[in-house]
């Protein structure tokens, strides 16, 4: 099984100056590539009879050695893989594009979203240190894992710290040894309550920290634009940006791997996170959870770990359905935190009724 390994790395000047060449390259191609596919794109809408047919990325990649590498040299400063995987990833783009999966690729600038990959002769050398093309070795602050070969790696910029991230392969284990079948309802107030009686608590640290990142964002509203101060509070807003993120990427972490781990059949619900998210007072709090990042982590760590993921269906009425007697109600607020049932008398806290019914659907 692939897993992705990402780690920060330690540099010094000079190759620092080699990792912006790079980050150069890439942008330089994305964009080039980027403004000839829309020509071709403006000129097939304009002579429908006439139409050049849709480059690929390999295609791209030619016209780029024999157009723009000639006229610009410094692209030979640089590994050769940089500019042919920011030209794959850019087909990669329109092709989701065209499928109306995502928007369309937009033009790259510097100094955000930093990043570029590297292919070829890439391999550890010993607890922290890597060797990549070009650029030669990297040390990281983190100790490496030991895998036999690596394909590819991606270096990112995030908060004026880099990244290198490369995939692993590990093996799965066949089945963890716990039978127990729990159900899990997410939800805002507590990020998950599990069907045995367990509650975790969201981190909620866009919550904390949006106090401090108002008053960062107030402070730089009259900076001048591309100044040394302007600069500084834009990283200061970054790190702060980052900070919040990793901690609610740690809190979730923790809470799939104590599930995968230690339950042989976990049970979630489909939850429509972008209608969801369309509730503009429930937004920021929905977002700050990460229902989503908290299904796709769930997904692959119970499939590492030999645990048996169920998604059920998200018209399931797990909320408004009695635990005891199976009694459905017609309608249920949100303000009701404690459900009460019509039928039996019954009363349970919504959150642990709900996450009961996850359990007894598989059951």
């Known amino acids: ?44 809408k304009v002579n429908p009879n ?72 890439c391999k550890v050398i010993d607890s922290f240190t890597i060797q990549v093309p070009k650029i030669g070795k990297l040390k990281t602050y983190e100790r490496l894992p030991q895998p036999e070969k690596i394909k590819s790696v ?18 799965e284990i066949e089945s963890n040894s716990y039978n127990s079948v729990v159900g899990v309802d997410l939800g805002v107030k507590q990020l998950a ?45 970054a790190r702060l940006h980052k900070k919040i993120a990793d901690i609610r990427k740690d809190t979730l972490h923790k809470l799939t791997s104590y599930l995968a781990k230690n339950h042989g059949h976990i049970v979630i619900e489909n939850l ?21 990042e908290f299904s796709r982590q769930l997904e692959y760590k119970c499939k590492f770990y030999g645990a048996k993921l169920t998604i059920v269906d998200r018209w399931f009425p797990s909320s408004k359905t009695c635990s005891k007697c199976g009694y459905k109600k017609e309608k249920l607020s949100l303000s009701e935190r404690t459900f ?11 959150d642990l009724n709900a996450a009961i019914n996850l359990m007894n659907a598989v059951r």
């Open 1 to 44: 099984m692939l897993l992705g390994f990402k780690t920060e790395l330690k540099l010094n000047n000079k190759q620092l100056t080699q990792i912006l060449k790079h980050c150069g390259v890439s942008r330089h191609a994305w964009n080039w590539g980027l403004a000839l596919t829309k020509q071709i794109l403006d000129h097939n």
């Open 50 to 121: 006439d139409k050049i047919k849709f480059p690929t990325g390999i295609t791209l990649h030619k016209w780029l050695v024999a157009l723009v590498k000639p006229e610009n040299p410094w692209y030979y400063e640089c590994s050769k893989s940089t500019p042919q995987e920011a030209l794959r990833n850019l087909a990669k783009a329109w092709s989701d594009a065209f499928k109306k999966n995502k928007k369309p690729p937009r033009f790259k600038k510097k100094g955000k979203s930093d990043r570029f990959t590297l292919e070829g002769t």
């Open 154 to 171: 991606t270096i990112s910029r995030q908060a004026q710290r880099w990244f290198i991230s490369f995939r692993i392969d590990l093996k």
């Open 193 to 237: 309550t599990l069907s045995t009686g367990e509650v975790f608590i969201g981190a909620k640290s866009y919550r904390k920290g949006s106090n401090k990142l108002s008053r960062l964002q107030w402070l730089n509203r009259n900076k001048v634009i591309g100044s040394s101060n302007w600069r500084k509070a834009q990283n200061r807003i």
């Open 272 to 292: 429509n996170v972008s209608g969801m998210m369309a509730n503009h007072k429930l937004a920021a709090a929905i977002a700050d959870m990460g229902f989503y």
């Open 340 to 350: 009460t049932c019509e039928n039996c008398n019954f009363q349970i806290d919504r």
